[in-house]
Structure formats: C-alpha cells, structure tokens
C-alpha cells in the first residue's frame, strides 16, 4: 500500500476526467463564492449547509417526485443541491477543510442521490404505472451508488484510482434533473415533453454501467500494478 492514496493520486494522472466537473466547477466556484463569503460573514457553518441542502434535496424529491410533480420537485431540488458546491467553498474559504467534513459531504451525497432516483422510483411504481421504467430508476439508483464506492473502496486500499469516468455524479445529476425538469412542464400544457425523463434514466443508467466498468477495470490494473511493485522491492530486498 506504501503511500498514501492521496499523495499517490496526486502524483497519477486522472484518465477519462468528467466533462462538468472539468469545466462547470470553476465557473460555479467564481459565481458561488460571494454568497459562500455571505454565509461565513453570518455566522454560518459548512456542515450546516451541506445539512440543510441535503435535507431540502431529500424533501425535494420526496415530497414532489412520487406524485409526478417533476417541474416542482426538480425547482426546489436545484435551489438546494448547489450548497453541494457552497459548502466545501465555504470550507476553503475559512481554511477549515477537514476530513470530517470530506465524509460529511460524500456520506450525504449519497443520501440525496437515494432520495432522487427513489422518487423517480416511486412515481414509476405508483401513479407513474411502468415497471421498466421503476426498474431503471432503481437500477441508476445502486449503479450510482456503487460508481462512487468503488472510488471510495479503491482509494482506501491505498490505489489512486486514477480514473473518473464517463459519467460522474455531477453528470448524473444534471441530466436527470433537467430531463426531469422540462418533462414536468407537460402539467402545465407543453406537449410531447414527458418522454425526456425515460430517455434521460435510460442514458444515465447506461452511462452509469460505463463508469463503473471503467473504474473496476482502472482498479483491476492498479491493484495488480501495485502487487508486482511490491513483489518486485521484496525480490530485491532479499
Ligand atoms: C423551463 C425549464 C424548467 C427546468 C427546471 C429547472 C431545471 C434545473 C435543472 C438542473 C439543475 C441541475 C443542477 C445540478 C447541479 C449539480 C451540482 C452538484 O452538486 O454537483 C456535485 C458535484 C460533485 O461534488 P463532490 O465532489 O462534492 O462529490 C463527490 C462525488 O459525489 C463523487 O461521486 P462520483 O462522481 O464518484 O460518482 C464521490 O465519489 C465523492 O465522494 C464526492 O465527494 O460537483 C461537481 O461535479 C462540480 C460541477 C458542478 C456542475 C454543475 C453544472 C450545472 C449545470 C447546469 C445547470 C443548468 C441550470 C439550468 C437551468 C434552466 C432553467 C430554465
Ligand atoms: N461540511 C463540509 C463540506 C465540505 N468540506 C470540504 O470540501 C470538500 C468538498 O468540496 P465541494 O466543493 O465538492 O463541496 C470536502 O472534501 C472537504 O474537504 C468540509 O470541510 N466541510
Ligand atoms: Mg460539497
Ligand atoms: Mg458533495
């Protein structure tokens, strides 16, 4: 294991870097980071943003989703999901980036991305009617969940996991919430828009299987690139 995997994915180039997050953070981190100054200026605490957004995510798609409320839901949805960015600006903004609100962060990550495809989830189930559709509202659910652990998992034995993928979650999230979005304007009289959310689930479940293919293969070779490094320092030790 040696180094840490920190230092380690430091030193490792990242192959397949997702496109939001290469270029949309950035730009989200200059236009975020006044309203982040704004906050710490009241006394505010990082972990009570990503807390409360993380709570007002859940509501979101629990509240709305399951009734096929899609325009509501995904409204309040995208006024709480930015604090994912507010909350680790804030952080570094205060020089008080820590690995308890790292865990934080992507422990509730994990909550609302739950709460977001279950929604979807229990629509298809109830009113909604379409199995398949519930099916792959489950399936992006756990594909989604097992993309991120097996960074995490990876990262923990020590390997870079030197890979993002096809579709990450800021990809993941986009996509269905603008899909979920616009679909939601069929109560409102649009017609023809409802097929967007099926299409959008049937894309990022695709592009989930993508990503975490990738990075199982990514791990495969690192792990094996990591077990003939340390044969190799052992053979020579003797
Ligand atoms: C008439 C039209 C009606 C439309 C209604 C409104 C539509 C609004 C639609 C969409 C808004 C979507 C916004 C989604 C923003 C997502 C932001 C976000 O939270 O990104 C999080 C992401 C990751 O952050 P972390 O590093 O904290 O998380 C890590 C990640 O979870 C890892 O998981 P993995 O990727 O591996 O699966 C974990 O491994 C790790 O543990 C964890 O720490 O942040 C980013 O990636 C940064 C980039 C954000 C890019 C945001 C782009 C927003 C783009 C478009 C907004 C469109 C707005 C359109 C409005 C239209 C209005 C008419
Ligand atoms: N309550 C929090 C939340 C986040 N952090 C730090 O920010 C990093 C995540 O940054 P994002 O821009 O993706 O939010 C996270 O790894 C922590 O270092 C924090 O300290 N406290
Ligand atoms: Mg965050
Ligand atoms: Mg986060």
Known sequence: MGQPAAIRAAATPTVGKAMLNKYARAFFTRVLTPFAAFLIRRGVSPD????????????????????????????????????????????????????????????????????????????????GDNDMMCAVSIFCLASGQVVSYTKARGESIGLPVAVNGLVERAERLVISLVAAGLAGLHKFGVPGIQWLLPVALWIVAAGSLVTLIQRVVTVRRESAEAEAAARDASGAAK
Do not use: C, H, K
């Open 48 to 127: 009570t943003v990503t807390l409360l957004g993380t709570a007002g995510v859940v509501a979101g798609a629990l509240v709305f989703y399951p009734r096929g409320e899609f325009f509501w839901g995904t409204v309040v949805i995208t006024l709480f999901v930015f604090s994912d960015l507010v909350d680790g600006n804030m952080a570094r903004q205060l020089g008080r980036s820590s690995r308890w609100g790292a865990f934080l962060d992507s422990t509730l990550d994990r909550v609302a991305d739950g709460a977001i495809f279950g929604g979807f989830a229990l629509w298809y189930a109830g009113q």
